[in-house]
């Protein structure tokens, strides 16, 4: 296909892009308040673009998600974590497994991974947006790999979500979001878990004095 | 199964024991004979069951009836193998009842019944005996069955009278297995019937002793009968080794010549028997009892070499 | 009123009245009513079923038939007997103070609200409404896991949360594969995602994409269904929570994200075509079979090591789902339900056994049979029935699934054999010593609620020596519909 | 009125024995109502059992089908003459031990009485429908049932850990056992998809999975019957037990998975291959032969047997395998007079195993000792069971006129025509393992004076034993019942190889019987008289003739008078009754002379030992062959895989995200 790309398609690919490149630079973050920082621009780097694609194509339930995603991604998810980091006072660094490059380096390898195989099925896609698929299990990938490599809790919980950005990506990408039941669904149950990892976090902190998951290691097979 | 043929089996079991203690008698005069000693008279092993008869009993404290009823189990026992094997004619009532396989087995009950007996009154010896017994007997039977099983494959049949019969009447064949088995089968008659090199019925010396340290408490009629059994067991071996590996002048119906000739027979080979078994008790020494297995074995060796070169070279014929 | 709703809403309102009642004294009650209530109405409503065929509710967004409907009796059931056991098991805890009176709250209310996402996953037609009611699910477990506040039972949720929350995501990845594959060929019409409308056009769909979207769904709820190498929340979370809990972890959560699996393996398949799911399940039941096996020998806590079991009977259900057919259909579905009947009483047994010698730790528990008869012979049983013993139904399920594997796959017999056999002499030789042998303890004066064991092993009995024909009837159709 | 069939009569009687369990838990203390009622009961129905498949045996199979089991798989029972055999075996020996147990089980010992009941009762129950089973669900559920009711027996008294441990490898090999032959009945099924007997008859497997499914039965069967080296449960659960469990599964269990194998190998897979038999003869023969060496050694007196049960298997093996032979080279007539020593030994070991084991039972209880080196000298204590004992002995020990002997003497009998097999190496290989059985026979010999002189004979050992008592009016009921069985078995063998012919007759489709009537019930000639023959009867009566005339002579002509004095032991003056041989100082020379064959720890007593003992263990080598390794192997390898369960979440979840990769990387439709 030579032709010209049109604009929206332009603008959604920029988006998955800035998307892919902030889960690059939460991979690289150290400290946890420019983590959760980015976590929300990310959200809202999401709503932008799942609004460019309701506009794009005139599906009106996406409006929704958008404003979905921007209420509980970008702006109800960041202040709660704030909220708790405060509260908790946590250190801010944020110790890795692995060492910040090597991490990269693994990330690099994920995103080709995920584009590799992503392609058959971006091929069969019929929306604007379906090059973004790739980008969406990239993102996920990359999100799954911050959870590995991170031992503190709260910089766990936030690739957490940001996996389920990177689901809600591939989503909009791919079909132009889910049916709206599911979708306020899947809402409220992130919300709930977010709720319940906050109390999470306190017991936790209570029980161990530290939101270092090191201390969650006793249960093993000797 | 006539009359007669009742008659000539009661007649082969009183002959039995009748010649059971001169065998033994004949035996021990030999041995004194080739061991430069006097000799006791032929009879002397009547005078001694009839002075045992005399004699009361002397039982031990501790004797159960299983003690005083051994005795006459193994005498029974050896009367009934004297009578199946055929000394004189093959053609005997009682010979159906048990085959060579039943036959080792009526030496196994024996032998189950006195060692049974030698650990009733609960002394060291005979315990001892007991076990020493039971060992013998469990290292001979293989070898016995062997040599049986040999024979019993060339006329087809486990029942002594068919072996002898095939063996004596059939056309003469060289049989190298029956050369084989006759080793084997003199091996063990050496280690059944308590001989040197395997046992001295001649010693009483502790460690070294096997069946007299089973009859060590037995007296007067008990140890009587027990002699006579193994006077009878002697006569037995000897007569079914004979039978087996030297079987002419067995009769086959019981024709009265027939069987004068046959006795006439069984006595000239029974004396030159009894003097080879002295020779051979004269010029070898007991071994240790532990040698045994090896003396056994080679039996047992013996045995299954005869079983093999039947079946290699002359099963085919 | 509808069956149906009267199903889902009994345990949905009971639960956020026990939420906001707090600890009455008519708590326990309410409770054990509401479970009683969502057990008659269950039962009722698979006779309807059962006599009248598959219908909808809610529109087309729930939708019962012949596969579902006798889960969620199972379900119900297991949760009315859960509410009998518990109610003792819990007022011993709060006596020996492990509890306090808000988390008992907590507990109650939680429970019915898990019952509730159970029934509501089992029963929607909505394959996005499922995930949703599955990572509910585990929402509303993660807490009853962390119950006791221990360093340890905290650990355990935190492990569950994040393990199952990472795993469903998968899933959700995997969803929206699936409605992408089912959109192109369903159109935006809203139904691409009800699995009646799927069904239809199962043979339609974009067999890549169903094999990816199969791939993200079997990892992400095969992590809930404990498959290894991803079981690794479960142990922990079974063993640290309270019994009740592990009860209804291991007989019902695992059955129902097993469930989810079977509903997308029957679209995967009828997209492939190439037994690829199947092979896939096979090849992952064999690995959590064997895996769960070696386990067994080296436990020594009791929950743990009945959660390995759990585990590995999962694996052994999931080879017998991925052979396919109807007799292994058929076979799979028997030993699911035997499974949760036998591992929920056995749990409860454990549970009174472990409250009445204060520990979990197996070398500390000792002759049983002295301290309680009932519940030692209730353990004993219950792990004959768990280890395959005639005449339990368990052996009635594994001889189907052994003698098909040996028709149709014998190079899986072997494996088979081994893991089994592992599995027997770690566990037998763990739970013998328990129950019988010598024991310093007393004999406790009152007796525990052990009536829900029996009932569960006398099913599990009935089973192996006879299996009702209506019950027969109804397997067979839900073996069938799987293909 | 409807009549009543056979097969109908053998589901009442395990129904009765079910309800006879069930009757036990009614009044689980009631101790007199228990032992006086419900297991005399039970005795009964074993007698009516017996005398079912007695009146059966030569008529043609019945089935019946009960509307239990699997879906599409009700349970089918049939009753033909192999069973009919077997049933016959478990209702005369079932109905000796359940009178025994009556007075066996005493108050205050062990589990409640009414737990044993049923247990017992579940017991007698399962190996009758084990035998009438004519599916495979069928079949396993009553096999598995038989495991599990004689696990909880043989674990009665579980306060014991050497007890416990007992019955967990039982159960443990039982159950590994038990998958094997679920193994068996899904390859014979895997053509047809159609598990009952019926339908596995009626296909034919090709060679390759025919002898797998052969040797899964082999295996499978072997376990049960403790066939090398699967035997290890056996000498440890037979000793655990109660001893009239002990009886019970030495006497009928183990038969029931003889049974198993004769099922599979001559019924449900056709035609046998011939070196199935080369099999099963070896594995008999090692298994024989252990079993015998062993039993020597012990010094436990029901360790003694137990693994003298191991050596009778295994002749019964050998058997089996000689049968294979014959009839896979279309030998009819001495495939069936080997399968007629198979069958005879079955029921011959039945009867005087169970009668010696139940003999241990009374010592045991007479005495509270079960080690031989603390008995002796019981047979002044104890008449009644020393003289019943000593029946017993003589046929364990394979000697005429007893049972034991008459199937030894088939079976040798078997070998003698062994030279005939159309192959160069069997027919020189095969009679050679015959002298492995005069061998083996030889030894039990050895075993049985052992057993014997040890326990019945002697001097008492310990103080102690001069208040045994003799067994009660029930327990020499039971005893007289087996002694009475193995002597019928040992004199009228003519007589009960008509019976059994039935069974061979159904499997090889030749039998003895017509022979064996040709010569009169007196005389055994399997083959021809002049071939071979023997005549208990005759035997018998020559021998007591000259016991009686022999004394009578003796006493008429001479005299019979008596007199009593200490033993004169050579004349030596300190005689304690530990001058006596104990167990081990009496198999000495087998340990010697076998020494290979043993696993031995020994400690010498050395002339600065201030306290000089000696000691010596025997242990079976097979533990540190193969259990121990499969052990360590096993446990290294959960060593290995425990690993993946390491604590740390971040490992988990990349396990979690590596599956994930690595599928998608690999899923390709």
């Not at chain 2, 009547?46 to 004699?55: E, T, V």
Request: hydrophobic share 55%; glycine share 8%.
């Amino acid at each position: 296909m030579s032709t010209v790309v049109p604009l929206s398609a332009q603008l959604i690919n920029l988006f998955a892009a800035v998307i892919l490149l902030l889960a690059f630079a939460m991979l690289a973050q150290r400290r946890v308040l420019p983590l959760i920082n980015l976590f929300a621009l990310q959200g809202l780097t999401l709503c932008l673009s799942t609004l460019v694609v309701a506009f794009s194509t005139g599906q009106a339930h996406l409006y929704g998600s958008a404003a979905l995603t921007l209420v509980l991604k970008a702006l109800l998810l960041p202040w709660i974590l704030h909220r708790l980091v405060r509260k908790l006072q946590v250190k801010s660094d944020v110790e890795g497994l692995v060492n910040i490059p090597t991490t990269m380096l693994i990330g690099i390898v994920l995103v080709m991974v995920a584009f590799n195989v992503a392609l058959p099925i971006s091929q069969l896609a019929s929306t604007i947006s379906r090059g973004t698929l790739g980008i969406a299990l990239a993102s996920v990938m990359l999100a799954f790999l911050m959870m590995i490599v991170r031992t503190k809790a709260i910089p766990q919980v936030v690739g957490f979500l940001a996996m389920e950005n990177g689901l809600f990506l591939a989503a909009t990408s791919a079909t132009y979001g889910m049916p709206m039941v599911v979708e306020l669904g899947i809402a409220l149950d992130v919300l709930v878990g977010a709720i319940i990892l906050g109390v999470f976090f306190f017991q936790i902190r209570e029980q161990f004095d530290s939101l270092d998951i090191r201390h969650l290691e006793k249960l093993k097979e000797r | 199964m006539s009359i007669s043929g009742l008659l000539w089996q009661f007649f082969a079991i009183a002959l039995a024991l009748a010649l059971a203690p001169l065998l033994t008698g004949w035996v021990n005069q030999c041995r004194a004979w080739l061991q430069n000693r006097a000799a006791p008279p032929l009879l002397q092993p009547y005078f001694m069951l009839h002075k045992l008869f005399h004699k009361d009993v002397v039982l031990a404290h501790g004797a159960s009836p299983l003690f005083v009823f051994a005795p006459y189990v193994v005498f029974g026992c050896m009367l009934l193998a004297c009578a199946i094997i055929p000394t004189l004619s093959t053609d005997l009532p009682f010979a159906p009842a048990a085959d060579t396989i039943a036959l080792v087995g009526v030496f196994g009950l024996a032998r189950l019944f006195i060692a049974l007996a030698a650990m009733d009154i609960g002394t060291s010896f005979g315990t001892l005996g007991g076990r020493r017994e039971m060992l013998i007997g469990f290292l001979a039977e293989p070898a016995l069955l062997m040599v049986i099983f040999t024979t019993a494959m060339i006329s087809q049949s486990t029942s002594v009278a068919t072996i002898v019969e095939t063996l004596a009447h059939g056309d003469f064949v060289i049989n190298p297995s029956l050369a084989f088995a006759g080793i084997a089968f003199t091996f063990v008659s050496f280690a059944e019937n308590a001989r040197v090199p395997v046992d001295n019925p001649a010693t009483h010396l502790e460690l070294t002793m096997i069946h007299e340290a089973m009859i060590l408490e037995y007296s007067g009629r008990h140890l009587a009968l027990i002699e006579w059994a193994a006077a009878l067991k002697l006569y037995a071996y000897s007569c079914l080794g004979l039978a087996l590996f030297f079987p002419w002048g067995i009769a086959e119906g019981d024709s009265a010549a027939g069987l004068l000739l046959a006795i006439s027979a069984l006595i000239a080979k029974l004396a030159v028997g009894g003097a080879l078994l002295a020779l051979i008790e004269t010029i070898n020494a007991k071994v240790r009892i532990f040698r045994a297995p090896e003396f056994l074995g080679t039996a047992f060796l013996f045995a299954v070499l005869g079983l093999l070169v039947r079946l290699l070279l002359e099963s085919r014929v | 009123m509808d069956l149906f709703v009267l199903t889902l809403a009994i345990p949905l309102v009971s639960g956020l009245a026990l939420a906001a009642a707090g600890e009455r004294a008519w708590a326990p009650n309410l409770n054990l009513i509401a479970s009683l209530g969502t057990f008659l109405a269950s039962a009722l409503l698979t006779a309807e079923i059962v006599a009248a065929g598959p219908r909808f509710a809610f529109g087309e967004m729930f939708f019962i038939d012949s596969l579902n409907v006798f889960f969620v009796a199972l379900t119900a059931f297991v949760g009315l007997t859960t509410s009998i056991f518990s109610g003792p098991y819990m007022r011993n805890e709060r006596e020996h103070g492990r509890l306090t009176a808000a988390r008992l709250r907590l507990y109650k209310s939680m429970f019915q609200l898990f019952m509730f996402t159970m029934l509501a996953a089992l029963t929607t037609n909505n394959l996005g409404i499922l995930w949703v009611a599955m990572e509910a699910a585990t929402l509303t477990t993660v807490l009853l896991v962390s119950l006791y506040r221990t360093a340890a039972s905290l650990e355990a949720a935190w492990k569950y949360f994040i393990l199952c929350g990472v795993g469903i995501a998968q899933a959700l990845f995997g969803t929206i594969l699936l409605y992408f594959a089912a959109e192109r060929v369903l159109g935006e019409t809203g139904n691409a995602l009800l699995w009646t409308h799927l069904v239809g056009v199962k043979g339609q769909l974009e067999p890549t994409v169903m094999a990816l979207a199969f791939v993200f769904l079997l990892v992400g709820y095969g992590t809930k269904v404990g498959l290894a190498p991803l079981h690794n929340w479960l142990p922990d979370a079974h063993a640290e929570g309270p019994t009740p809990v592990s009860a209804v972890l291991s007989g019902l959560l695992l059955n129902v994200a097993l469930y989810a699996i079977l509903r997308v393996k029957v679209l995967a398949d009828g997209a492939i075509q190439s037994g690829f799911a199947g092979s896939l399940m096979m090849g992952f039941g064999l690995l959590t079979l064997t895996v769960a096996a070696f386990f067994l020998s080296r436990q020594k806590d009791i929950k743990r090591m009945f959660a390995y079991s759990s585990i590995e009977h999962m694996g052994l259900i999931t080879f017998a789902f991925g052979m396919g057919g109807p007799v292994a259909n058929f076979a799979g579905l028997l030993h699911m339900t035997l499974h949760s009947l036998t591992k929920s009483a056995i749990f409860f047994a454990v549970g009174h056994a472990a409250q009445k010698c204060g520990t979990q730790v197996m070398e500390d528990i000792r002759g049983l049979i002295k301290i309680n008869p009932v519940i030692g012979w209730g353990l004993m049983l219950g792990t004959l029935a768990i280890l395959g013993m005639p005449p339990f139904g368990v052996f009635a399920s594994e001889f189907m699934i052994l003698t098909h594997a040996m028709k149709h796959h014998p190079w899986a017999t072997p494996i088979l054999l081994t893991a089994l056999g592992v599995a027997f002499a770690a566990i037998f030789g763990k739970v013998q010593p328990m129950v019988f042998g010598e024991t310093h303890l007393k004999r406790l004066p009152h007796a525990p609620a052990i009536t829900p064991v029996f009932v569960h092993l006398a099913l599990v009995l009935m089973m192996g020596l006879y299996i009702p024909p209506y019950l027969v009837r109804w397997f067979h159709e839900a073996a069938r519909m799987l293909g | 009125m409807f009549a009543l069939l056979p097969i109908d009569v053998l589901l009442i009687a395990a129904g009765t024995w079910l309800a006879l369990g069930l009757a036990g838990l009614a009044a689980p203390r009631n101790f007199r109502y228990i032992s006086k009622v419900l297991f005399p009961l039970g005795a009964a129905v074993a007698v009516l059992a017996g005398l079912t498949s007695l009146s059966f045996l030569g008529s043609g199979a019945e089935t019946a089908v009960l509307a239990v089991g699997l879906p599409g798989l009700p349970f089918h029972l049939r009753l033909d003459n192999l069973a009919a055999v077997f049933v016959l075996l478990l209702g005369f020996a079932a109905a000796g031990i359940s009178v025994f147990a009556a007075g066996y089980f005493r108050k205050g010992e062990g589990a409640a009485p009414g737990l044993l009941c049923l247990q017992y009762h579940f017991f007698l129950a399962a190996m009758l429908l084990v035998l009438l089973a004519d599916d495979a669900y069928a079949f396993m559920v009553a096999w598995e049932g038989m495991a599990l009711s004689s696990f909880f027996l043989v674990t009665t008294d579980h306060r014991h850990a050497e007890i416990r441990r007992a019955g967990y490898l039982y159960l443990l090999i039982a159950h590994v056992g038990a998958i094997a032959i679920l193994l068996c009945f899904g390859l014979m099924a895997s053509g047809s998809g159609d598990y009952t007997f019926a339908g596995m008859r009626a296909q034919s497997l090709p060679p390759f999975w025919a002898s797998a499914a052969w040797l899964l039965a082999l295996l499978g069967f072997g376990a049960k019957a403790g066939l090398l080296p699967v035997h290890v449960w056996l000498p440890e659960a037979h000793p655990a037990a109660p001893s009239p469990v002990s009886a019970m599964m030495s006497g009928v269990m183990l038969k029931t998975a003889i049974y198993g194998l004769l099922r599979v190998s001559f019924d449900l897979l056709g035609e046998p291959l011939w070196w199935w038999g080369v099999v099963a003869m070896a594995v008999g023969l090692a298994t024989a032969l252990f079993g015998v060496l062993y039993s020597t050694v012990q010094s436990d007196m029901k360790r003694l047997l137990a693994y003298s049960s191991i050596e009778n298997i295994g002749l019964i093996a050998v058997a089996l395998g000689l049968t294979l032979l014959f009839h896979a080279y279309r030998m009819a007539a001495l495939a069936a007079l080997a399968m007629t020593a198979l069958l005879y030994h079955c029921l011959a070991h039945a009867g005087f195993k169970s009668l010696l084991f139940l003999c241990t039972g009374s010592v045991l209880h007479a005495t509270k000792e079960r080690s031989l080196g603390r008995l002796g000298g019981l047979i002044h204590r104890m008449p009644w069971v020393a003289w019943l004992a000593l029946a017993g002995v003589i046929a364990g020990a394979g000697l005429p006129p007893l049972s034991g002997f008459v199937s030894e003497w088939l079976l040798l009998q078997g070998f003698l025509f062994s030279p005939g097999l159309p192959h160069p190496w069997l027919n020189m290989v095969v009679p050679v393992a015959a002298a492995v059985v005069a061998l083996v026979a030889a030894l039990a010999g050895f075993a049985m004076v052992k057993f014997y002189g040890i326990v019945f004979l002697g001097r008492m050992r310990e103080e102690a034993l001069k208040d045994a008592h003799d067994a009660g009016r029930w327990e020499r009921a039971g005893l007289v019942w087996l002694a009475v069985l193995t002597f019928l078995l040992g004199v009228l063998p003519t007589t009960v190889i008509r019976l059994i012919d039935a069974a061979t007759r159904q499997l090889l489709g030749a039998g003895l019987a017509d022979k064996v009537r040709e010569h009169g019930w007196w005389l055994l000639a399997p083959i021809s008289p002049d071939r071979a023959s023997y005549a208990p009867l005759v035997f018998l009566a020559v021998i007591a003739a000259a016991v009686l005339l022999g004394r009578q002579l003796v006493h008429r002509l001479y005299h019979g008078r008596l007199r009593r004095s200490p033993a004169w032991d050579c004349g030596y003056v300190f005689q304690g009754p530990r001058a006596q041989d104990t167990a081990e100082g009496f198999s000495q020379p087998i340990r010697r002379i076998f020494e290979p064959m043993f696993r031995m720890e020994r400690h010498f007593p050395t002339v600065r030992d201030e306290q000089p003992y000696y000691s010596v263990k025997v242990e079976d080598h097979f533990w540190n062959w193969l259990y121990l390794p499969l052990a360590r192997f096993a446990d290294g390898i959960s060593r290995l895989i425990i690993r993946l369960q390491g604590g740390r979440i971040a490992i988990y979840l990349l396990y979690s995200f590596l599956t994930l990769i690595v599928l998608l990387l690999v899923a390709r439709p």
